[in-house]
């Protein structure tokens, strides 16, 4: 049996990596110089399952900066990256709902 780590990474369209800084929490996403970054439009897209693979052991290999990572899928309009998903909509807009006490006054 194959551990999960060593299974061979499926994608389906543009994918970064993102994980969660270890200071404050905070969703962090992988760049292109391989730091991280708060903004999800500085993180580095690829479509390419060898380079996903790739970059999230480098991502996983030091938990110094960010824990947790793992390979999100994004789309890709006119130059911007948006989420693919609820959970990464939620992750970087907040819950999809307004929180008791965060309503107008």
Same mark, same amino acid.
């Given at each position: 049996?194959?551990?999960?780590?060593?299974?061979?990474?499926?994608?389906?369209?543009?994918?970064?990596?993102?994980?969660? &800084?270890?200071?404050?929490g905070a969703?962090?996403?992988?760049?292109?110089d391989g730091?991280?970054?708060?903004?999800?439009?500085?993180?580095?897209?690829?479509?390419?399952?060898? &380079?996903?693979?790739?970059?999230?052991?480098?991502?996983?290999?030091?938990?110094?900066? =960010?824990?947790?990572?793992?390979? =999100?899928?994004?789309?890709v309009e =006119?130059?911007?990256?948006?989420?693919?998903?609820?959970?990464? &909509?939620?992750?970087?807009?907040?819950?999809?709902?307004?929180?008791?006490?965060?309503?107008? &006054?």
């Amino acid at each position: 049996m194959t551990a999960p780590q060593q299974q061979k990474l499926k994608i389906k369209g543009p994918v970064v990596i993102t994980g969660n &800084r270890l200071g404050d929490g905070a969703v962090v996403y992988l760049t292109m110089d391989g730091g991280w970054s708060t903004q999800l439009n500085d993180a580095e897209v690829t479509t390419l399952a060898d &380079r996903a693979t790739q970059l999230l052991s480098e991502a996983n290999a030091s938990d110094i900066d =960010a824990v947790s990572a793992y390979v =999100a899928p994004v789309i890709v309009e =006119a130059g911007s990256i948006k989420p693919g998903n609820l959970r990464e &909509r939620i992750r970087v807009a907040g819950p999809t709902f307004a929180l008791p006490g965060s309503e107008a &006054r």
